[in-house]
């Protein structure tokens, strides 16, 4: 499996940011896609994801700002949306996207099968 993550970038704070991931390779029916962010010095956390049943999930401390979207299906290609509003310079992090077998919700990188590079989101105050 591949996961293509885009749409990081300099934002102002109150600013807004869609990232998206393209996941490509996925030979099994159910799963979860979505979201982690990695600030300086912190560890990985979960930010949000959906799962192939159309389930989705945030962190609270991005609830109302941010929404992940259902995943959209193409061509055997998987692709999730994550819409981020106003944006505060705390959410300043490299972006993840990532992938795992199974609907079951999990808040632990280490459950997730699959990750893409990153995309880094600055937020200027």
């Known amino acids: 499996v591949q996961l293509q993550a885009s749409g990081g970038g300099l934002v102002q704070a109150g600013g807004s940011l869609r990232l998206s991931c393209t996941a490509s390779?996925?030979?099994?029916?159910?799963?979860?896609l979505g979201w982690f962010r990695q600030a300086p010095g912190k560890e990985r956390e979960f930010v949000a994801a959906t799962s192939s049943g159309g389930v989705t999930d945030h962190a609270d401390s991005v609830k109302g700002r941010f929404t992940i979207s259902t995943i959209s299906k193409d061509n055997a290609r998987d692709t999730v949306y994550l819409a981020m509003n106003n944006l505060r310079p705390e959410d300043t992090a490299v972006y993840y996207c990532?992938?795992?077998?199974?609907?079951?919700?999990?808040?632990?990188?280490?459950?997730?099968?699959?990750w893409g590079q990153g995309t880094l989101v600055t937020v200027s105050s």
């Open positions: 390779g996925r030979t099994w029916g159910d799963y979860r």
């Open positions: 990532a992938m795992k077998k199974g609907v079951r919700l999990s808040y632990y990188a280490r459950h997730y099968d699959y």
